[in-house]
């Protein structure tokens, strides 16, 4: 029954993707305004199919369905009823379903927004690209990536679960959906450029449609990501957070290309440059989550994030073909009517600012890019396996980042067209002197290494820069002006300052050791008291584990363990954190005791202003939610390149496009 039913609503969601991108195309040809009514009403097929289609896969998740194969391969009966549930993205067919379903949300969004505008082009040519993009993925399901296959054989009467190491932290309920809802929102700002190429509507009108759809999906796949590392601190067990991973690179590329376009846009939406910088990012961007996607869902990489081997990678690798030569082709088809109508006048003004931004953002991109793919192309070409480790990534980004921390102090300063020394004396000086005086600082209290000091110089830098802003934002408007995308745009680069300062001390000044301890013996490490005071064994229904129990600066009792869950080959081990201001004590139990009264090896780990990352990230959170405010300040419309530009005040600028 589950199975006739899911399947029944994904070849629902296909033909009602088919026929409202035809009816769309009949309506644009005809210029009949019913047919562009009727096939917009198709957006509420594609949801309910989508709806039905994951409520019946949650049903055989809940109810133990092990006749369809996903069920059998991904649930359990001993599963808790939170990872039961998180399990429908948890393996290669369920995540596509959580992808249609997300995308369908969208298209409904979008059909209810511009309901008033049946006969619009420029909607109907998005609302086409949109459908496309649907057909495609629901096309996936009916192929290679079937979420409701039937078993072959006998039905087992239970299944493994999960991955054990996708039921070990809350985190995976939250963390997968966060970052398709960032991956996917991407598909509508590509679709109104799409749609405004196609058109020849390439000024700046198809970027007031677009830009908080482009905000909101940034905000979550930057939460996303966030979560990610999260999750990856407290689950893994290594101690770290980032590891350059081709799977982390696969979500972190769009929003490189993304944050670049947020900054770009708001030079076309003020001078009208820079379209040919927006469009191509926006079509980067989508393409670059089409390459995750095909990263993370074909089995082609060696990951803990990764899915298993599928024969679905030449299709998204297909795809991922067909949206790049469609946006480059528009892109040079419209040469013609995408040339600014002016020029930078000064490198030493906002539009340079902004022009520098974007060059620093693409080669970062495109060194990450490299070190991810260039292990798949070479074993395509010679057939042997290499691996680009985190030297590589480490070397070639760190500049680029710090550059980036520069940027950041510099760009909300400077006036449009040009700026003069005095009004860059005047705006910098601040924020100039708090920099001094944090290096001052950290030398004074015994910091050294160069890298990390210049990232908390400039982060000074440009976290004073930012507050400036603030401060004159709130002088002049009172604390209900902080709302808007320009000041919530500061808040963002205060989100990033905190992440960039948490990262480079915890790079910088971790400590790490491993200390064989009888129960009742104690170690010391970087002014921190560890007991191990024994072991015990704990049941779960889900799992057993062995658990260390161990003492922290005579204070509260942690918890590292080694769990072994049915069905998996080896103990996944479970890190326990005490977690601070100022820093984190991180415990694993890498060796565990061969009896109660037995020797354990515990391995600490000293990180500093770990909590800072997961701070930072809900400041960006927040600045994001500001930005997508509308603010007391209006802003003033596209002038020509000719006209003066005022900049007697000083309006605080720098934000994501809201």
Not at 219 to 228: D, K, S
Not at 438 to 457: E, N, Q, Y
């Amino acid at each position: 029954m589950n199975a006739a039913l899911g399947q029944g609503a994904v070849l629902l969601g296909l033909c009602g993707s088919l026929f409202g991108a035809a009816t769309l195309l009949v309506g644009l040809r005809s210029k009949r305004a019913p047919l562009l009514r009727a096939g917009r009403t198709y957006t509420w097929m594609i949801l309910g199919a989508a709806l039905l289609a994951a409520g019946v896969m949650e049903h055989a998740l809940l109810t133990h369905d092990f006749s369809l194969a996903y069920v059998a391969e991904n649930g359990s009966r001993s599963t808790p009823l939170l990872y039961t549930v998180a399990s429908m993205w948890g393996a290669l067919q369920g995540s596509i379903l959580l992808w249609s379903l997300i995308l369908a949300g969208y298209l409904t969004v979008v059909a209810i927004r511009f309901r008033a505008r049946v006969s619009d082009p420029l909607v109907a040519w998005a609302t086409v690209v949109g459908f496309l993009v649907a057909a495609f993925f629901f096309a996936l399901m009916l192929g290679p990536a079937n979420p409701f296959k039937q078993v072959a054989g006998a039905v087992p009467l239970d299944g493994p679960g999960p991955n054990p190491l996708l039921q070990n932290h809350p985190l995976m309920a939250v963390h997968p959906p966060m970052l398709y809802l960032g991956y996917v929102g991407f598909t509508i700002p590509f679709a109104f450029a799409i749609a405004s190429l196609i058109t020849g509507r390439v000024g700046e009108g198809w970027l007031l449609e677009t830009r908080r759809w482009t905000l909101f999906a940034w905000g979550f796949l930057t939460l996303g990501i966030v979560l990610g590392a999260w999750w990856s601190y407290e689950v893994l067990g290594w101690g770290g957070f980032w590891a350059w991973d081709p799977v982390e690179n696969a979500s972190f590329l769009p929003w490189l290309t993304a944050t670049a376009y947020v900054h770009s846009v708001m030079v076309q939406e003020r001078r009208g440059m820079l379209r040919v910088w927006n469009l191509s990012l926006l079509v980067s961007t989508f393409s670059l989550t089409i390459l995750g996607t095909f990263l993370t869902r074909s089995g082609v990489l060696d990951s803990v994030h990764a899915f298993t081997q599928s024969s679905i990678g030449p299709l998204l690798i297909g795809f991922f073909a067909v949206v790049v030569a469609v946006g480059v082709g528009l892109i040079g088809w419209r040469g013609d009517r995408l040339r600014s109508p002016g020029a930078i006048d000064s490198p030493v003004s906002r539009e340079g600012a902004f022009l520098a931004n974007n060059l620093l953002f693409g080669a970062f991109a495109f060194v990450v890019l490299l070190g991810t793919v260039f292990p798949l192309l070479a074993e395509a070409i010679n057939g042997q396996r290499i691996s680009v480790g985190r030297p590589y990534f480490d070397r070639m980004t760190t500049p680029v980042a710090l550059c980036l921390l520069f940027l950041m102090a510099v760009a909300p300063a400077l006036p449009w067209r040009k700026a003069s020394a005095e009004l860059l004396r005047h705006r910098l000086q601040w924020p100039a002197l708090a920099a001094l005086a944090t290096l001052v600082l950290c030398v004074a209290f015994g910091l050294r290494g160069l890298s990390p000091l210049i990232a908390f110089g400039l982060g000074s830098f440009a976290a004073a820069a930012a507050v400036r802003q603030l401060v004159l934002s709130t002088r002049r408007l009172g604390w209900r002006g902080l709302v808007g995308r320009a000041n919530g745009g500061m808040v963002v680069h205060l989100g990033v300052v905190v992440v960039a300062v948490a990262f480079a001390a915890t790079q910088a000044y971790a400590h790490r050791a491993e200390f064989r301890l009888s129960p009742g013996q104690s170690a010391r490490i970087s002014g921190h008291h560890i007991t191990y005071l024994g072991s015990r064994t704990v049941k779960h229904p889900n799992r057993t584990s062995l658990v260390a129990n161990v003492r922290v600066d005579g204070g509260k009792v942690y918890r590292p363990a080694v769990s072994n869950f049915p069905f998996a080959t080896q103990a996944i081990g479970t890190p326990s954190v005490r977690t601070g201001l100022t820093g984190d004590v991180y415990l694993t139990l890498v060796v565990p005791p061969s009896s109660p009264n037995g020797n354990a090896v515990i391995g600490v780990l000293v990180k500093p202003l770990v909590v800072w990352l997961w701070i930072g990230g809900l400041l960006m959170a927040l600045g994001t939610a500001m930005a997508a405010v509308p603010g007391r300040l209006r802003r003033r419309p596209t002038q020509p390149a000719s006209a003066p530009i005022a900049d007697d005040i000083e309006l605080p600028v720098g934000a994501p496009a809201s």
